[in-house]
């Protein structure tokens, strides 16, 4: 189990990762659309991980835990339904 200090250094090491792996996405071209799709998943990861780890909500209350995924969950759905729709108008 990771001590009080090295749970940030971790997180914010799985962080840089992630962010290293939405630029090589972006940067590689790859697979276009799939790649805009990942990249989106990937941020709404990144932000799951600040707003547990660096925002403390994995210790408030059931109910506020509940409202910050439901946030997370919808403006990750928002963005990625409204990529789909536009793929399908143009």
Same mark, same amino acid.
């Given at each position: 189990?990771? /001590?009080? /200090? $090295?749970?940030?250094?971790?997180? #914010? !090491?799985?962080?840089?990762?992630?962010?290293?792996c *939405?630029?090589?996405?972006? $940067?590689?071209? &790859?697979? @276009?659309?799939a790649? *805009?799709?990942?990249?989106?998943?990937?941020?709404? &990861?990144? *932000?799951?991980?600040? +707003?547990?780890?660096?925002? $403390?909500?994995?210790?408030?209350? @059931?109910? &506020?835990?509940?409202?910050? $995924?439901l #946030?997370?969950?919808?403006?990750?759905?928002? !963005?990625? +339904?409204?990529? !789909?729709? *536009?793929?399908?108008?143009?």
């Amino acid at each position: 189990m990771p /001590t009080q /200090t $090295e749970r940030p250094v971790r997180v #914010w !090491l799985l962080l840089m990762g992630l962010t290293l792996c *939405s630029v090589a996405l972006f $940067e590689g071209g &790859w697979l @276009g659309p799939a790649a *805009s799709i990942v990249i989106v998943l990937i941020a709404a &990861w990144k *932000s799951r991980l600040v +707003i547990l780890h660096f925002m $403390e909500a994995r210790h408030a209350p @059931g109910h &506020w835990r509940v409202l910050y $995924e439901l #946030w997370n969950f919808a403006a990750a759905a928002t !963005l990625l +339904i409204g990529y !789909l729709v *536009s793929l399908r108008v143009t």
